[in-house]
């Protein structure tokens, strides 16, 4: 039979919960339902609309954008722009920062076809994604209330157009 010392006991445990923890910890880290996974992750069966979306579309460029103006923008300020030129900004799996996610510094595909997690898991299922767009899809973003807020101020001085 073994004997463990108390203090071999505790190490013990304490190992036991820091392996749990260390577990738990890795499986929050993975995408859920309902998470952005950002466009990558669209490349695999949508190749042709993944290279023309980074060949031709200025969405695909719009972090670089936003990256120019943020030392002159305020924290409110920034987020406004996160809110259009990022994918899933305050959202699951969503843009946070440059840093923690750079594959969300971009309005990637998901920015307009919602976040791609279960449509991926699912091997691709059209019921689980937001296929063909409406005009009330886009006016989140291009509206003019937008327009008016910021009068194109940001986007002149950053070069963006």
């Given at each position: ?11 013990l445990?304490l ?16 995408a ?23 060949k031709?579309s ?15 923008l ?10 259009c ?77």
């Amino acid at each position: 039979m073994l004997v463990l010392s108390n203090w071999s006991k505790g190490c013990l445990v304490l190992f036991v919960a820091a392996f749990f923890a260390a577990v738990g910890m890795a499986s929050m880290s993975k995408a859920e339902s309902g998470q952005y996974l950002g466009s990558d992750s669209c490349m695999d069966c949508h190749d042709q609309e993944y290279e023309n979306f980074k060949k031709h579309s200025k969405k695909a460029h719009s972090g670089e954008s936003v990256k120019l103006m943020q030392g002159d923008l305020t924290k409110q300020e920034l987020e406004e722009c996160y809110e259009c030129h990022m994918t899933g900004f305050g959202k699951p799996g969503g843009f946070v920062s440059f840093e923690e996610t750079p594959q969300m510094a971009e309005a990637g595909c998901e920015t307009c076809h919602g976040p791609g997690y279960d449509h991926v898991e699912s091997g691709g299922d059209p019921d689980l994604i937001k296929g063909k767009l409406e005009i009330s899809d886009c006016e989140g973003c291009h509206n003019p209330d937008r327009v008016a807020a910021f009068d194109f101020k940001p986007l002149l001085f950053g070069g963006a157009h």
